[in-house]
């Protein structure tokens, strides 16, 4: 929800996720690749009626260079800058130490520094980024922030009638965060809600049909997995952290559990059919850097070869019945947690314990919120659990969570490979696009085979709204994709209210006005959002949060 309250340099197309065009106009590079001078735009202002200027992108980029609570976030887009200075109010340019095989793509949201710079770092951790004495967030974007406090429930946002890309169609956005899909449902068939996302595939086709309600299946650029801990550490001391099982340290052992998962299963009875099967960290969405493991290794369900690898690493069964550690020691009870606002992780978690205990492995199993588990991940007092991500359309991010340097903040298998590490850098200054596809492809050769995460699926999104209230949305990637949470603003910017919706009638690509227009609630020009099981991570790290982590159909922190 960030990108609706603040603006960054470039955006994402609607059709394929390339960088577009936003608070800065225009680019460009010099012949080596290592200057980048942006233009922004002269007609940007604040909310608060303050010129946003180039001192602004300034301000914001030298906080997350300096390692500002931001840096984990965002740290990966300035990787290997130089210097950044802002010659005059609308140039800034970027000095790099090495070309970037990222940029111009610059997600970053910027934000006031006659604001931000009045809060420390250490009070950075705990700024809420909240209204105060009435006076909403300030910001950039189409929408500002009016109420709504950290881990609160609702959220409502007002239009900015001076955003630089002309007002939106609709007054404001009012966000309802819901612990489970039903009441979210419910409150979407009664007109309470316009919009609910992160349901399930029955829940989808029981709106299917409804009047004045559209509901679909969209495709989603991510993936969920089983993760492992596979070495929690102090990052202060490198002294380890946690009671992790000394089986879950073991990349053999982790391995044969690959074989040990029956994905066909997992997507026909915990997605009810919704997805498909998956096996590396880059979704089919993304072609071109995406790995296929070999045919003689592939994912497959095949329970008797898990078995075979794990007797050749040493895990036997032993005289109680259960397999052992290669000392000879019990593996005893392995701690699988799942998030328990998705039915779908407590499912897939569930079925993982059964096939465990069919190669003599003990497990259990237990489900915790989300914010719970996050906790328990950090402190390294687990062994496995059940989570997934999205994949920005370049997969760095996604890559750098992997890196050694990431435990303690993206990192939640506390996985670490020196070779690993060495590949990431080399593709991060790749100039070349095919070198720089094959080293992403090795680097998910290396985790496929280490196996910190066991993907389980390549999941698609539930999402219904009131087509009888709204039209003109499009999906991101376009054709196939979601409706609603996705990179930039689009939909908030162009949706129109029944009233209006004949400025985008017939338009290939939009959704239309159903006949039933205004429903049992009638015509708003408020659009209000049910976030299913969705975790709106609005004001998390001073109100600036990437829309990376998720859950099994559409979770976010």
């Not at 994905?263 to 296929?292: K, L, S």
């Not at 506390?414 to 596809?437: G, K, S």
């Amino acid at each position: 929800m960030w990108s609706l309250m603040y603006d960054s340099l470039t955006g994402y197309a609607m059709e394929d996720m390339q960088p577009t065009p936003a608070l800065a106009s225009e680019w460009e590079t010099s012949e080596d690749g290592l200057t980048w001078t942006f233009t922004i735009r002269d007609d940007a202002t604040w909310s608060d009626g303050e010129p946003l200027t180039a001192q602004d992108v300034l301000y914001t980029y030298e906080r997350i260079r300096d390692g500002g609570p931001e840096r984990a976030t965002w740290g990966v887009y300035l990787k290997g800058v130089e210097s950044v200075t802002a010659p005059d109010d609308t140039t800034v340019v970027l000095q790099l130490e090495e070309p970037s095989a990222l940029l111009p793509l610059l997600p970053i949201p910027i934000v006031p520094e006659h604001v931000w710079s009045d809060v420390s770092d250490d009070d950075m951790r705990s700024y809420g980024n909240e209204p105060t004495g009435g006076e909403p967030v300030v910001g950039s974007g189409p929408f500002r922030l009016v109420e709504g406090t950290a881990g609160g429930s609702t959220y409502r946002l007002e239009v900015n009638p001076d955003y630089w890309g002309g007002a939106p169609h609709i007054d404001e956005v009012v966000v309802r965060v819901f612990k489970s899909e039903d009441p979210a449902i419910q409150a979407l068939v009664t007109g309470e809600v316009d919009f609910v996302e992160g349901i399930n595939a029955l829940q989808v086709q029981s709106l299917e049909g409804r009047d004045g309600i559209s509901a679909q299946m969209g495709d989603s650029p991510g993936f969920d997995e089983i993760a492992f801990n596979t070495g929690s550490i102090d990052t202060d001391t490198g002294e380890p952290l946690g009671d992790p099982n000394p089986a879950v340290l073991d990349p053999a052992f982790r391995w044969a559990l690959n074989f040990a998962i029956d994905r066909d299963q997992i997507i026909e009875t915990a997605y009810q059919g919704a997805g498909q099967a998956g096996d590396t960290i880059i979704p089919p969405a993304y072609a071109g850097f995406r790995w296929e493991p070999p045919e003689e290794d592939a994912a497959t369900y095949d329970p008797e070869r898990a078995a075979q690898l794990l007797d050749e690493a040493g895990y036997t069964v032993g005289d109680d019945g259960f397999r052992t550690l290669p000392n000879g020691d019990p593996i005893g009870k392995l701690r699988l947690y799942a998030r328990s606002d998705s039915q779908t992780s407590v499912d897939v978690i569930e079925l993982f314990s059964e096939w465990l205990a069919d190669l003599d492995i003990d497990s259990e199993v237990r489900a915790f919120e989300s914010s719970k588990l996050t906790d328990i991940i950090y402190e390294g007092t687990f062994d496995a659990f059940e989570w997934g991500w999205y994949v920005e359309p370049d997969p760095s991010s996604m890559l750098s969570y992997m890196t050694c340097d990431e435990r303690g903040n993206w990192s939640d298998s506390w996985y670490c490979n020196e070779e690993y590490d060495t590949l990431f850098e080399q593709q991060r200054i790749e100039q070349d696009d095919a070198a720089r596809e094959e080293q992403v492809q090795q680097m998910q050769e290396i985790l496929y085979y280490d196996a910190p995460y066991l993907v389980t699926a390549y999941s698609t999104v539930g999402e219904a709204w009131r087509s009888d209230r709204f039209a003109c949305l499009r999906q991101q990637p376009d054709p196939g994709g979601v409706y609603l949470i996705q990179y930039g603003v689009h939909n908030y910017v162009n949706m129109r209210p029944a009233a209006e919706a004949d400025e985008c009638a017939g338009e290939e690509g939009t959704t239309q006005l159903s006949q039933e227009a205004g429903g049992e609630g009638g015509v708003s020009t408020a659009f209000l959002v049910g976030g299913g099981v969705v975790l709106v991570g609005l004001l998390a790290v001073g109100g600036v949060v990437a829309m990376r982590r998720r859950g099994t159909v559409g979770d976010r922190e």
